[in-house]
């Protein structure tokens, strides 16, 4: 589904991403774990065409497709999706309003109002979230918990075919944790994929990972099966600094 080779890219003239192979295949769950300042976010971010990163080498594919030739709205109507570490917020526009009209942008047709209302209340349901949300303007004045409800409900809204988490689950507790988990399995199936950063392997304890890429200083130093994770939490990533 998604294929990059050889991916370089820049910001303000500093080189970031120093050589990146990722290949993420339909169906699966893709971990990437690193230091903070390594290249996790950047990497995220140019996945999705982030106007503020440049791409100096290399290519980026989804689904065929040449990525690095398409806008970022474009890309988002292909089916990705890209969960923020900190949530924007958005006056003006309505939790509702906004999934409803990302539905349509995606679709390229209008919604059957009272289905999609239905759809709607019953995701909030399943993340706990008081329906009056909906109603109120995206993310503003939503605790930090509530903001990453919000990002995974419109993640199970819109059904993308290839979700980016970055560290959707950072700053929330355990119970948050939990809920947000159960959100991003209730999304997967064999049909998309997941590619996650996180610090908090709590996240991971819903879903089947597949596998897992540790990231240093712009570079995939280690790769491997879920039992990866347990190797970082018991050395850290000190352990592959001369891999």
Do not use: W
Request: charged residues 25%.
């Amino acid at each position: 589904m998604l294929e990059i080779k050889n991916l370089r890219a820049s910001v303000d003239g500093k080189e970031i991403l120093r050589g990146i192979d990722l290949n993420v295949g339909r169906g699966e769950v893709h971990v990437i774990l690193g230091p903070n300042g390594g290249g996790k976010s950047t990497l995220m971010n140019v996945i999705m065409g982030h106007p503020k990163y440049e791409v100096v080498d290399g290519t980026i594919t989804f689904d065929g497709e040449n990525l690095l030739e398409l806008k970022t709205y474009e890309r988002a109507r292909r089916g990705i999706f890209l969960s923020f570490q900190a949530p924007e917020e958005i006056p003006g526009i309505t939790v509702e309003n906004m999934i409803r009209t990302s539905m349509q942008a995606m679709s390229g047709g209008k919604l059957k109002y009272l289905e999609f209302r239905k759809q709607l209340k019953s995701m909030m349901a399943e993340l706990k979230m008081d329906q009056s949300y909906a109603r109120r303007y995206m993310n503003v004045g939503f605790s930090g918990g509530e903001k990453k409800r919000s990002e995974i409900l419109q993640l199970l809204m819109l059904n993308p075919k290839l979700a980016l988490l970055d560290e959707t689950d950072s700053g929330l507790d355990v119970d948050a944790v939990q809920i947000v988990s159960n959100g991003v399995a209730k999304f997967h199936n064999e049909n998309n994929a997941c590619v996650i950063i996180t610090h908090n392997t709590q996240i991971l304890k819903s879903l089947k990972v597949d596998r897992v890429h540790v990231l240093l200083d712009g570079l995939i130093v280690k790769e491997g099966g879920a039992e990866l994770v347990n190797k970082v939490l018991e050395e850290g990533f000190g352990a592959f600094s001369n891999e």
